[in-house]
C-alpha cells in the first residue's frame, strides 16, 4: 500500500509568481485535504477535495485553488504568491470526507523571496 | 473564533509519563483528534475521541471530557524517540479540522 506522496519537496518561488503543487492520495481514499504550517505553528486548513469537488474549505483567499483528478490526486495551485505564503504545505488523505482520521504526505517547503 | 490552548513545551525524561493538555473553543465539535509530528515531517495520526472517555493505543491514551471542552494525550513509558510536537485538532464538521499551536515534548535521557 502506497502512502500520501508530494511534489516537489522544496521550492523557491519570488514574490508575484504562481506555483503548482501536487499530491497523490493513499490507495483507495478519495479525499483530500491541503493545510499551510507556518514554522512553529499547527497546520491551518485550506479547503478539501472529495471525489473531484471542492467540499469545504477554511479562512484563505481565492487565490488559493486546487483540483483533484479521476484518480484522486490532487493539485494546490496559489496565485500571485506573497511572502507570507512561505509555509510547509502539507496534504492528507483519508477514506472518506469525514476528517476523524487523515493520513499526511511529508510536504512541499515553499519559500517565497 | 475558533481556538485550542496546549502547553507550548513539555520536558520529561525516558520511562516516565507524560500528559498534554487541550482545550477548546469552538463553535461546532465533533471530536478530538491527535497527531505527533517529528521536526517538520508527516503529522503522524494518534487517536480520535468521538465520545467522552479514555481511548486507549499502546503506550498512547487519550482523554476527552465534552462538558469541560477538554482533552489530553498520556504519554507511558517515555521513549527517546517520542520526542517531536503534538498537536491536538478539533473536528468542527465533519470535514473541517482545526488545529492547536502544538506542544514540543522532549524526552531526556
Known amino acids: 500500500e502506497t502512502g500520501v506522496t508530494q511534489s516537489p519537496t522544496h521550492l523557491i518561488k519570488t514574490r508575484g509568481q504562481q506555483v503548482t503543487l501536487r499530491c497523490s492520495s493513499q490507495s483507495g481514499h478519495n479525499t483530500v485535504s491541503w493545510y499551510q504550517q507556518a514554522l512553529g505553528q499547527g497546520p491551518q486548513f485550506i479547503f478539501q477535495y472529495y471525489r473531484e469537488e471542492e467540499n469545504g474549505r477554511g479562512n484563505f483567499p481565492p487565490r488559493f485553488s486546487g483540483l483533484q483528478f479521476p484518480n484522486y490526486s490532487s493539485e494546490l495551485n496559489v496565485n500571485a504568491l506573497e511572502l507570507d505564503d512561505s509555509a510547509l504545505y502539507l496534504c492528507a488523505s483519508s477514506l472518506t470526507s469525514s476528517q476523524e482520521t487523515q493520513y499526511f504526505g511529508p510536504g512541499t517547503r515553499l519559500l517565497v523571496l | ?109
Open chain 2, 1 to 109: 473564533g475558533q481556538s485550542l490552548e496546549q502547553p507550548s513545551e513539555v520536558t520529561a525524561v525516558e520511562g516516565a509519563i507524560v500528559q498534554i493538555n487541550c482545550t477548546y473553543q469552538t463553535s461546532g465539535f465533533y471530536g478530538l483528534s491527535w497527531y505527533q509530528q517529528h521536526d517538520g515531517g508527516a503529522p503522524t495520526f494518534l487517536s480520535y475521541n468521538g465520545l467522552d472517555g479514555l481511548e486507549e493505543t499502546g503506550r498512547f491514551s487519550s482523554f476527552l471530557s465534552r462538558s469541560d471542552s477538554y482533552g489530553y494525550l498520556l504519554l507511558q513509558e517515555l521513549q527517546m524517540k517520542d520526542s517531536a510536537s503534538y498537536f491536538c485538532a478539533a473536528l468542527i464538521s465533519t470535514n473541517k479540522l482545526i488545529f492547536g499551536t502544538g506542544t514540543l515534548l522532549a524526552v531526556q535521557p
